[in-house]
């Protein structure tokens, strides 16, 4: 039986969303996040990064998001939520399932961390690393990250979806950093990026994953 170690209000979401999808049976432990939102020690126990989602299967453990999602494709897939081996759409989804943690998520890590700078800074330098950090952000953070979502804007195209006719593995992976792109600039002049999100959150198995992990600020 996998076990999925769920961290709350993570992108581990997508992996119990990717077993609903495929009907495989699985277990979740959930892990609560510290109150500086770190994930707690317990996590280190089971792979020594401590981070989550990971994958126990017997004793196998697998760690990282896209990881995860090809070893539960290649036992339980099937050929399910992924384009045939070999097209431009296959490539698309590997693609998209490396990009999602290798290039989306990074300015989205690297905006909040500029925004926590300030706030857990002294309080007599707190005004002059607010400014700093605005600037950092102005001039290196919002632009990469405009470049990522006209991307993503441009990538669901005529279909609708990440790779192909109908939906994978691929827009399962990328629906962490549209998620939370979402939550900080919204989708006013995106509309096909509002419009995947609001197909992604009515589908019964990815309610039921929600279901599964807990609360999830993101959907
Ligand atoms: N690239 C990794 C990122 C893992 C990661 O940073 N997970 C976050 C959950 S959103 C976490 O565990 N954060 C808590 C911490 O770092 O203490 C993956 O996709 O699995």
């Known amino acids: ?57 017997g004793e196998r453990t697998v760690a990282e998001t896209g990881a995860i999602v090809e070893y539960i494709l290649a036992g339980h897939g099937d050929g399910r939520l992924m384009p045939p081996p070999g097209t431009d759409d296959y490539w698309a989804a590997r693609q998209f399932l490396h990009y999602a943690e290798g290039s989306a998520m990074p300015p989205l890590f690297l905006m909040l961390v500029l925004q926590m700078i300030p706030d857990r800074a002294p309080f007599f330098a707190k005004p002059i690393l607010k400014a700093s950090m605005q600037k950092v952000d102005a001039l290196l953070v919002r632009p990469q990250l405009a470049l990522h979502l006209d991307h993503w804007e441009a990538s669901l195209g005529e279909t609708g979806w ?58």
């Open 1 to 57: 039986m996998i076990t999925i170690h769920h961290l709350n209000n993570s992108r581990s979401q997508r992996i119990l969303w990717l077993l609903e999808e495929l009907g495989v049976p699985y277990e979740v432990k959930r892990y609560e996040r510290t109150r500086d939102l770190q994930a707690p020690k317990e996590l280190k126990a089971v792979h020594r990064l401590g981070k989550s989602p990971v994958l126990t299967d």
């Open 162 to 219: 990440f790779a192909g006719p109908e939906m994978t593995a691929a827009d399962i992976m990328m629906s962490f950093p549209v998620e939370a792109a979402a939550q900080r600039f919204g989708y006013e002049d995106r509309p096909k990026l509002r419009d995947f999100l609001l197909r992604i959150h009515e589908r019964p198995a990815y309610r039921r994953g929600l279901r599964r992990g807990g609360p999830y600020a993101y959907a």
